[in-house]
């Protein structure tokens, strides 16, 4: 790899003599990927090179199912467990089935929580096994729209308390409405940015935002 491509390539800096490819390259990506769903890091032999993930940065997610909530059916589900929820721009369209809507919830004036609902022909990996997993599927995507400054950078670095108080919600907020939705559904799964399979406890109420 060339110098240019070792300045933002963290494997081109792990194998400076030849970058790896094809199964080799695959299954280095599923090693990240399970550093960053255990919070560890990936030494590299040869060059002793760590790979070291952002973990904290992990925090959208995704409940898959075969099942059409509608958006108001949705709101009065998620309310009660996170104040603010909204439901943006609502037409009446969206209460058909497979029309995509999204809801939003505050976690704090800085940032949202976007819930958006759509149908999907792909089948995760995690799931080729299941029965009912079958397209159209629907996707919950619980996703964290933060400011810049908050989000992940290719080198991870300490995050101010204001950052981390603002993720842990943000966190909070997220695991709270997949629980709430997967709980509802007698089909689904909930599913991480990285494609682990997670189980969720049963919704608790949403705690007070955090004082700055």
């Known amino acids: 790899p060339s110098s240019a ?15 790896p490819v094809g199964v080799e390259q695959k299954v280095l990506d599923v090693l990240r990927r399970i550093a960053h769903r255990l919070r560890g890091s990936v030494r590299v032999a040869g060059s002793g090179a760590v790979i070291r993930v952002d973990a904290d940065a992990s925090v959208s997610l995704r409940v898959v199912t075969d099942q059409w909530i509608g958006p108001e059916h949705l709101l009065a589900l998620l309310s009660p467990h996170i104040a603010g929820m909204t439901l943006p721009n609502e037409d009446g369209s969206a209460a058909q089935p ?16 976007l819930i958006g609902v759509r149908p999907e022909t792909y089948i995760p990996r995690v799931l080729r096994w299941e029965r009912w997993a079958k397209p ?11 400011p810049e400054e908050l989000t992940s950078s290719p ?10 108080l ?19 559904l007698s089909h689904c799964a909930v599913i ?11 919704p608790p109420q949403v705690e007070e935002p955090p004082r700055p």
Do not use: C, K
């Open 5 to 19: 491509v070792m300045a933002f390539d963290e494997w081109a800096r792990a194998f400076p003599t030849g970058m």
């Open 98 to 113: 497979g029309i995509p809507y999204a809801l939003l919830a505050p976690v704090t004036p800085a940032s949202q929580i």
């Open 136 to 146: 159209p599927l629907i996707v919950y995507e619980v996703v964290w729209a933060a």
């Open 155 to 164: 080198h991870p670095a300490p995050r101010s308390r204001r950052a981390r």
């Open 166 to 184: 603002e993720r842990n919600r943000a966190e909070q907020i997220a695991e709270t409405a997949a629980a709430a939705i997967a709980s509802s």
């Open 192 to 202: 991480d940015e990285d494609g682990f399979l997670l189980s969720l406890d049963e």
